[in-house]
């Protein structure tokens, strides 16, 4: 993917920091339980796009800036987890912001799936085409150096047929 849409050690790191302090605070902090759950499963949803186009990644070497901003807003987001498992059971009106955040991480995680990955797999599935196309072209070229003219070679059995049916008809 032409600056990688998920790439390096950096985004994986921070995807699994951010989805470990989900699944703890799930676990521990029955105040958020609604709002984490939901955020543990859009995670969950998308571990797999992760962990295939940061495979991809590696293995055609790929640099890391378009994955830059991601990365940082899950690590933001891993910090946002930690703070709501600080929050005092008391506390409504922080335990209503904290809520109100989660919500809006888990909302900008949706909304960097649904269109900035539609428009990097559009960007991708062009580049995959010119390359497909050049090399057509080039396979062509060698196809037809490579192969005697016909004229060179005397009929085909092909060519033979071909007038036999014509002759028939």
Request: glycine share 6%; charged share 25%.
């Amino acid at each position: 993917m032409g600056g990688g849409l998920v790439g390096g050690a950096a985004l994986g790191a921070a995807f699994d920091q951010l989805l470990i302090s989900v699944i703890d605070a799930t676990l521990k902090v029955a105040r958020f339980r609604s709002d984490l759950n939901r955020l543990r499963s859009t995670l969950s949803s998308i571990r797999v796009v992760i962990d295939d186009v940061e495979s991809f990644n590696r293995i055609l070497d790929r640099p890391l800036r378009e994955t830059e901003a991601f990365t940082i807003r899950l690590t933001e987001g891993e910090k946002l987890i930690r703070k709501c498992s600080k929050v005092a059971k008391i506390n409504v009106f922080m335990r209503y912001y904290y809520s109100k955040k989660i919500s809006k991480l888990e909302g900008s995680l949706l909304k960097f799936f649904q269109m900035n990955v539609a428009a990097l797999h559009f960007r991708e599935t062009m580049r995959v085409s010119v390359v497909l196309s050049n090399l057509d072209e080039k396979v062509n070229k060698i196809i037809t150096t490579l192969m005697p003219k016909r004229s060179e070679i005397g009929p085909t059995s092909l060519d033979i047929e071909q007038e036999n049916l014509l002759e028939i008809a």
